[in-house]
């Protein structure tokens, strides 16, 4: 809007500059009624033209974006079961499990299984398949080959409404869908009610910044200013209410303050600490908390165990940040199991 406002009013200086020059010119013999009447022409015309190059502009950009479309509209529709799941805790499990991404091997027959109720990091290098191998716990990727299994029954065998009830996501940029500030937090397959709502509120932090909207969790989202950071407490709110068997945090803690991060670690460890959960590690303290540690490395697991004994290796140092010590790690819920 700003630059639209200055390009007009740009315009508009040009045309009076432009007839007061050939008014003057005019007053002193020098040009003719007629070529005045030109010179306005002139830059009536210039000024059309810069409208009909911002309408190519807008054009060009309108087909570039319908062209991102078609590629969305032409992926084939995810196609689920109608099994519900038995009786468990979360239990994961992948079999000889293989992801290519633009046409090349990301994840290589990986075995691995991690028990119920376990709380897992999962560590690597920028391209190692991290948040790959978080995708493939709830279907957002597919293997191209092998299965994945939660508690014992194929992923691809269970119903959409039963696997989303099962798997709950935290993003660390998470989209915010509903006509209330209450409604982005209770939005799922299930709508809890607005208790379980506050409480996620209160584990994720969001609670008190809600309090002070001037209709608390009723505020329309529209009219609620939050901030990144609030945001992304919002997405966890929007986890914690939803979640069932595992919960699966992709790169939520880089993005939280130092106290954030151990609110949440404890509300994982504590109140979520009946469900398997795993998290994308970048910080050395995140993994510290885990019970275990997946460290992906050339398609497939480098080493697993916990994070103090991984610490050890230099290269598993180096994956953190500088600045980042060694913490000690809860007692471990369960082995966990893998081979590339």
């Known amino acids: 809007m700003r630059i639209t406002a200055q390009d007009a009013l740009l315009v508009a200086m040009l045309e009076i500059f432009v007839i007061g020059v050939a008014g003057i010119m005019l007053a002193s013999g020098r040009i003719s009624a007629g070529q005045m009447l030109a010179a306005g022409q002139y830059v009536f015309l210039a000024a059309s033209l810069r409208s009909v190059t911002g309408i190519m502009a807008q054009l060009t950009s309108s087909r570039a974006a319908a062209q991102r479309l078609v590629e969305v509209l032409e992926q084939a529709p995810v196609k689920y079961g109608r099994h519900r799941l038995p009786e468990g805790r979360g239990k994961l499990e992948l079999r000889a499990v293989t992801v290519r991404s633009g046409g090349e091997i990301v994840l290589d027959r990986l075995d691995l299984v991690i028990p119920a109720g376990a709380l897992v990091a999962v560590v690597g290098r920028s391209g190692s398949g991290k948040s790959l191998l978080a995708g493939l716990v709830g279907r957002l990727v597919d293997p191209d080959e092998g299965e994945v299994l939660l508690d014992g029954m194929p992923l691809g065998e269970l119903s959409r409404r039963e696997l989303r009830r099962a798997v709950g996501y935290g993003f660390a940029r998470p989209a915010l869908f509903g006509d209330t500030v209450g409604d982005a937090i209770a939005f799922g397959v299930d709508t809890p009610p607005i208790g379980q709502v506050e409480d996620a509120a209160c584990a994720a932090r969001a609670d008190g910044f809600i309090r002070l909207l001037p209709e608390r969790y009723d505020t329309p989202l529209t009219e609620a200013p939050m901030s990144g950071g609030e945001v992304q407490r919002m997405g966890l709110a929007r986890t914690f209410a939803h979640a069932g068997r595992v919960v699966v945090l992709d790169d939520v803690a880089a993005s939280l303050d130092t106290v954030t991060e151990h609110h949440i670690s404890r509300v994982l460890t504590r109140a979520l600490g009946d469900r398997t959960r795993l998290i994308v590690a970048h910080r050395a303290s995140t993994a510290a908390r885990a019970?275990?540690?997946?460290?992906?490395?050339?398609?497939?697991?480098?080493?697993?165990?916990?994070?103090?004994?991984?610490?050890?290796?230099?290269?598993?140092?180096?994956?953190?940040?500088p600045d980042e010590g060694l913490t000690p790690e809860p007692e471990p819920a369960g082995a966990i199991v893998a081979g590339a």
């Open 291 to 321: 019970d275990a540690v997946i460290w992906l490395d050339r398609r497939g697991v480098r080493a697993m165990g916990p994070h103090g004994e991984l610490w050890r290796d230099p290269e598993y140092r180096s994956l953190f940040a």
